[in-house]
Nanobody
Framework: QVQLVESGGGLVQPGGSLRLSCAASGFTFRSRAMSWYRQAPGKERELVASITGAGDSTGYAESVKGRFTISRDNAKNTVYLQMNSLKLEDTAVYYC??????????????????WGQGTQVTVSS
């Protein structure tokens, strides 16, 4: 059974830092890319950062480049999001995400999306 469990959210002042963690289980963690998404009230969920299975390549939304860092520890089956210089607009629920192959239907490989339960990050003075 695939599980993604986030932790580390909370209330922080503008300019502060937080580190989010996502503990994964139920699949071969080191072989799968992982991502962090966020969803602010009244807005669509957006991709924040992604990292390859080996951790050798990362990507970021323009709005967080230079402030957020995604990393992973494959020995601990955990992906992290270090968030520095937090802004009011970073307030959102942050979700851990991966996509896993499920089954073949004919020649098509069906993939399934998996999400964590989310962790609230509130940036406020």
């Amino acid at each position: 059974q695939v599980q993604l469990v986030e932790s580390g959210g909370g209330l922080v002042q503008p300019g502060g830092s937080l580190r989010l963690s996502c503990a994964a289980s139920g699949f071969t963690f080191r072989s799968r890319a992982m991502s962090w998404y966020r969803q602010a009230p009244g807005k669509e969920r957006e991709l924040v950062a992604s990292i390859t299975g080996a951790g050798d390549s990362t990507g970021y939304a323009e709005s967080v480049k230079g402030r957020f860092t995604i990393s992973r520890d494959n020995a601990k089956n955990t992906v992290y999001l270090q968030m520095n210089s937090l802004k009011l607009e970073d307030t959102a629920v942050y979700y851990c995400y991966t996509r896993l192959p499920q089954k073949w239907i004919g020649e098509k490989l069906v993939l399934t999306d998996y999400w964590g339960q989310g962790t609230q990050v509130t940036v406020s003075s």
